[in-house]
T-cell receptor
Framework: AQKITQTQPGMFVQEKEAVTLDCTYDTSDQSYGLFWYKQPSSGEMIFLIYQGSYDEQNATEGRYSLNFQKARKSANLVISASQLGDSAMYFCAMREENSGGSNYKLTFGKGTLLTVNP | NAGVTQTPKFRILKIGQSMTLQCTQDMNHNYMYWYRQDPGMGLKLIYYSVGAGITDKGEVPNGYNVSRSTTEDFPLRLELAAPSQTSVYFC?????????????FGPGTRLLVL
């Protein structure tokens, strides 16, 4: 079973509107972290936002917020007021944090390609 | 700080050739990682290191080798290049702490094996 599932290969949104990118995860660990990265066409990986499994509040970073629903094992990224520069590939990733060095690696989903239309 | 740097940016290899992808970080991070990204896919971990002299396999280590003689450098070695190793390779580093601490990625190396 996949550990990170992103069911939307591509999404379109109009400029200035909000968009939600879906991410569900699978883990039996109690302690884990969820990340979203942006990969523009230039190829670099840009960290956007982080949610810890014990965080009671949803994470927010500027126009980015993470809709964390622990019981459903979902960690959707919400981008408000979309801009043309938001057009990129978005990856959800998980870090399982039990113990030991091997648990600091990230497991990535396949990504969602977001296109913002003017 | 330059962050994480990778060289080369792009390389074409013939089947059976070998090469080393270089990765250097200047943030004094303990942890370093090598990922590969195949077209239309997320990143998969090849190898990682928790400190100088210590390396371990990730999800897809076959066909690769690594070494970590210093904190700053974490080269990835391809011994006998195969078409299946055509990919974009990302190096990353982190302090290795829990919580919000994230990994910092290099710009990537695009490798084409023909």
């Amino acid at each position: 079973a996949q550990k990170i599932t992103q069911t939307q290969p591509g999404m379109f949104v109009q400029e200035k509107e909000a968009v939600t990118l879906d991410c569900t995860y699978d883990t039996s660990d109690q302690s884990y972290g969820l990340f979203w990265y942006k990969q523009p066409s230039s190829g670099e990986m840009i960290f956007l936002i982080y949610q810890g499994s014990y965080d009671e509040q949803n994470a927010t970073e500027g126009r980015y917020s993470l809709n964390f629903q622990k019981a459903r094992k979902s960690a959707n990224l919400v981008i408000s007021a979309s801009q043309l520069g938001d057009s990129a590939m978005y990856f959800c990733a998980m870090r399982e944090e039990n113990s030991g060095g091997s648990n600091y690696k990230l497991t990535f989903g396949k990504g969602t390609l977001l296109t913002v239309n003017p | 700080n330059a962050g994480v740097t990778q060289t080369p940016k792009f390389r074409i290899l013939k089947i059976g050739q070998s090469m080393t992808l270089q990765c250097t970080q200047d943030m004094n991070h303990n942890y370093m990682y090598w990922y590969r990204q195949d077209p239309g896919m997320g990143l998969k971990l090849i190898y990682y290191s928790v400190g100088a002299g210590i390396t371990d396999k990730g999800e897809v280590p076959n066909g690769y080798n690594v070494s970590r003689s210093t904190t700053e450098d974490f080269p990835l070695r391809l011994e006998l290049a195969a078409p299946s190793q055509t990919s974009v390779y990302f190096c990353a580093s982190s302090y290795g702490q829990r919580g919000v601490e994230t990994q910092y990625f290099g710009p990537g190396t695009r490798l084409l094996v023909l």
